[in-house]
């Protein structure tokens, strides 16, 4: 399934991560945790993202791991502020890049086998994009993240919105954490395996952090698994992204069962949180930023 390749789309950001007592600017977003991830185990990858000409040296960083990138035009670049207290974070959002079209894509998905599709916010990824998803009818693997979350004022809050019943539509495999699967149960006010019906998923993963989390499949199966020990916990900005990209990898390339999938998913995490996977090193910035009064964020 994987012979030709993946394409990730969605926001590359700048991110400035707090946490204790300490900060640090680095490149972050599904396309580069997930993109890496995928490029590590020999996958071809493309991402597909926005990101402003004043910034496109952060781009250099993906361009190292040999991921094919597709760049759009853009005035600002995604940018987070995560404040981390333990695993309770808290974010704002002052700067967003335009919307990724349908023109951005369609010149590419007859190259990959499969979409990796990882919205920040509600509107990262256009309407029309998702529908010409729809008409060619590839496997899509959905990260709901950021259609669980509410923009206002360049703060982050909880908040299910519309975009994501489109999205649900076009998705094979959906992945959300302990938080953001009670939200979106609540959005539809149905059950999971109900939701899995409704929108003819095959499989829903759902992260609970250092519990592990389970997996449910289209036959209402439900397979749990442990969450691997961390001694020391590193910066755990992009540790979902890492388990969805290595559960697509031990599902539809290693050919494993769900239960070995979450194991090495997780194994990989925890590398990831102990900062022994993608490093610091290789995603840290020295950029300076200054606030931008006139910066969009999405309603």
């Known amino acids: 399934m994987l012979e030709k390749g993946i394409a990730v789309i969605g926001s590359t950001t700048i991110d400035k991560n707090i ?3 300490k900060s640090q600017i680095k490149i972050g977003g599904v396309t580069t945790y997930s993109g890496i991830t995928y490029r590590r185990h020999g996958i071809t990858t493309q991402i597909v993202t926005n990101v402003a000409e004043q910034d496109l040296s952060i781009l250099n960083k993906l361009d190292h791991e040999q991921i094919a990138i597709h760049n759009g035009a853009t005035t600002h670049t995604t940018q987070f502020t995560n404040i981390f207290s333990g695993e309770q974070r808290r974010q704002k959002l002052p700067f967003t ?8 894509i369609e010149g590419l998905l007859d190259a990959v086998d499969c979409v990796h599709l990882g ?24 990260d709901v993240q950021g259609y669980t979350r509410r923009i206002q004022d360049a703060k982050v809050y909880t908040g299910v919105t519309n975009q994501i019943k489109a999205a649900l539509k076009i998705a094979r495999i959906v992945k959300a954490n302990e938080s953001e699967i009670e939200s979106v149960l609540n959005f539809f006010d149905i059950d999971l395996a109900a ?6 998923i095959q499989e829903f993963v759902v992260t609970q952090g250092r519990k592990g989390g ?32 290595a559960y697509v990898i031990g599902r539809f390339m290693k050919k494993m069962n769900i239960s070995d999938t979450c194991a090495y998913a997780a ?6 949180i102990s900062g022994n996977y993608i490093t610091e090193n290789q995603l840290g910035l ?3 930023r200054r606030a931008d009064k006139n910066a969009k964020t999405p309603n």
Request: glycine share 4%.
């Open 97 to 104: 890049a335009s919307p990724i079209k349908a023109n951005q």
């Open 286 to 288: 020295s950029l300076s």
């Open 119 to 142: 919205p920040l916010h509600p509107l990262d990824i256009g309407s029309d994009c998702i529908n010409l998803l729809a008409k060619l009818r590839l496997p899509v693997f959905l």
């Open 214 to 245: 389970f997996v449910i499949d289209k036959k209402n199966n439900e397979i749990r698994y442990s969450a691997k020990p961390v001694n020391v916990s590193s910066d755990p900005t992009g540790a979902g992204d890492i388990f969805f990209a």
């Open 267 to 272: 194994e990989l995490t925890a590398m990831q």
């Open 195 to 200: 939701l899995l019906t409704r929108y003819d």
């Open 19 to 21: 946490y204790d007592n």
